[in-house]
């Protein structure tokens, strides 16, 4: 049993330690052995050392069962194809929280910055001054729809 925990940045590592403690409270619980893979990165970021890891190990079918705290901790878009890369090969999902506690309009705007942020490095470089400005007014209207 592999338990999937991740993080967008660095400082959200107060929710990557609440998530690792659920996935593994969780499968104590049910009598797993469980190895956690921790990640850091964007949602839509498919190339993590960790996702990448884990798509290998279930491509190697030795992964029995993949265990999320949400779905979105996977991917941000896309996890209907890693979760059919799993039923190709034996892998059963086990999705702990199946409710997000964020609105549909909150998840929205999430996702709408994210995209954003991806784009806006590409063109402008991810350190640059105009990108920062930009992602900082993007940030303030999507917090103004949630």
Do not use: P
């Amino acid at each position: 049993t592999i338990g999937y925990a991740c993080i967008s940045n660095s400082e959200r590592t107060a929710d990557l330690d609440r998530q690792i403690m659920v996935l593994e409270a969780y499968c104590n619980n049910q009598g797993w052995l469980v190895e956690i893979i921790r990640d850091l990165g964007s949602g839509i970021n498919y190339r993590k050392r960790g996702l990448v890891r884990l798509i290998k190990m279930i491509c190697s079918e030795k992964v029995e069962r993949l265990v999320l705290t949400n779905k979105d901790r996977l991917v941000r878009f896309g996890s209907e194809l890693i979760f059919t890369i799993c039923e190709i090969f034996g892998t059963e999902i086990v999705i702990i929280n199946h409710f997000s506690e964020s609105t549909e309009e909150e998840d929205l705007g999430t996702d709408i910055l994210e995209i954003i942020k991806v784009f806006s490095a590409r063109l402008y470089g991810s350190r640059s001054q105009k990108n920062k400005k930009i992602v900082e007014k993007l940030q303030e209207a999507a917090n103004q729809i949630n």
